[in-house]
């Protein structure tokens, strides 16, 4: 009885390892797509202020803009 309470133990122990490892993956997949978001906005904001431009320029855009 006391060799199952060990192995009982044993894996206890392992999962209690395998779950923390799970939250500091998801937590950091959490803050990637956090980050990934914000990217994405920014990027749609500046397609939509781009956009603005060319509709304000009519496609004619001066020469001298680099």
């Known amino acids: 009885m006391s060799e199952f309470c060990v192995k009982c133990c044993e894996k206890e122990s392992?999962?209690?390892i395998l779950n923390s490892?799970?939250?500091k993956e998801s937590q950091c997949m959490?803050?990637?797509i956090a980050k990934l978001q914000r990217e994405n906005e920014a990027l749609?904001?500046?397609n939509e202020r781009?956009?603005?431009d060319v509709a304000f320029?009519?496609?004619d855009l001066p020469s001298n803009i680099n």
Do not use: C, H, P, T
Request: aromatic share 16%; proline share 0%; hydrophobic share 35%.
């Open 30 to 32: 959490r803050e990637r």
């Open 44 to 46: 749609i904001n500046e």
């Open 21 to 23: 490892r799970f939250y």
């Open 50 to 52: 781009l956009a603005i």
């Open 57 to 59: 320029y009519k496609g």
């Open 14 to 16: 392992q999962i209690e």
